[in-house]
Structure formats: structure tokens, C-alpha cells
């Protein structure tokens, strides 16, 4: 699966290389080859940055799924406990 950002993004990607290698590098990198850097690491990192990130929120729901019982727990057979109660009570 091709990982694709929409079009602003991209562009505020590609500006962002720009600046990191106007401020870090030696040397200018210009908008063409900006947006083919960021096509590279999309097509080669990207898919492992994705797979992490789904295998995080994998767990992460596991453990929700694992509470959910206590969350929306109710006891069972109830009727005749109350019923005692409310006899014992008058």
C-alpha cells in the first residue's frame, strides 16, 4: 500500500527538506528534488513508521478490549437480592 499525503501536506513537507537543508547542510536542495527525497523516504521508511504505528494502535485496542467487560459489567440475577433488601429494610 502506497503511502500518500494529500496535496498541502506534501507541499509543506517538501518546503520543510527545503529549510532543513538550507539550515543543516552545505548545500541547497531545491523544490524538485525536495519532493523526490520525500517520495524516497515514503516508498522505503514510510511503510515501517506505518506498520509500527498500526501495531501500536493494535495494541493499545487489545488492552481496551481486555477492560471493556469490567466497564460494562452487570451482575446477574439480581431481582431476588434487591426483593431481601427492600423486605429486610421495612
Request: proline share 1%; glycine share 6%; net charge negative.
Amino acid at each position: 500500500m502506497a503511502i500518500e499525503l494529500d496535496k498541502e501536506v506534501r507541499k509543506a513537507a517538501v518546503a520543510s527538506i527545503e529549510r532543513y537543508f538550507q539550515e543543516n547542510m552545505e548545500e541547497r536542495i531545491g523544490n524538485i528534488a525536495a519532493g523526490a527525497l520525500l517520495g524516497f523516504f515514503l516508498e522505503e521508511i514510510g511503510p515501517s513508521v506505518y506498520n509500527k504505528a498500526v501495531s501500536e494502535v493494535q495494541e493499545r485496542l487489545q488492552v481496551r478490549l481486555s477492560e471493556i467487560d469490567i466497564e460494562v459489567h452487570e451482575d446477574e440475577f439480581q431481582y431476588w437480592r434487591r426483593f431481601e433488601k427492600q423486605r429486610r429494610g421495612k
